[in-house]
């Protein structure tokens, strides 16, 4: 998993819209569906990281690497092999392409500050 507050690797691995997208819809549904708000969700407790969409487990980052799109990843985590489609999941799951690919997941940590509401909460402002 890559921390949010390093713009570098989030910037040149993973696409910016679909991390904002998934942001945004996991904070409303923490808050209004589950009804629970983490009160310290600055950059240091938020970690992005890629999930496969058939099984939900996470996956790796491939290794730094030019690719044929022009793409350069890090080399943090171990090398998928080149005939498994990992590579080429990764680029959809970068190119916003999700479907059949990787989808970004967010992590959240430091659960210290928290607050669980009413249901009239959710049902005033959501």
Same mark, same amino acid.
């Given at each position: 998993a890559t921390k949010f507050?390093? +713009?570098? +690797?989030? =910037?040149?691995d993973y696409n910016g819209k679909?991390?904002?997208q998934t942001l945004i819809a996991t904070m409303g549904k923490l808050i209004f569906t589950d009804?629970?708000?983490h009160a310290d969700p600055h950059p240091a407790n938020i970690l992005v990281r890629y999930i496969d969409g058939k +099984?939900?487990?996470p996956v790796p980052l491939p290794p730094t +690497?030019?690719?044929p799109e022009g793409i350069t990843v890090s080399a943090s985590t171990p090398t998928p092999t080149a005939d498994d489609g990992t590579y080429e999941k990764y680029i959809q799951g970068r190119q916003g392409r999700t479907a059949g690919g990787y989808h970004p997941q967010i992590v959240l940590l430091d659960?210290? =500050?928290c607050y669980q509401h009413r249901e009239s909460f959710r049902r005033d402002y959501g």
């Open positions: 507050m390093d +713009t570098d +690797t989030i =910037l040149s679909n991390i904002m009804g629970f708000v +099984t939900g487990k +690497t030019a690719s659960f210290g =500050l």
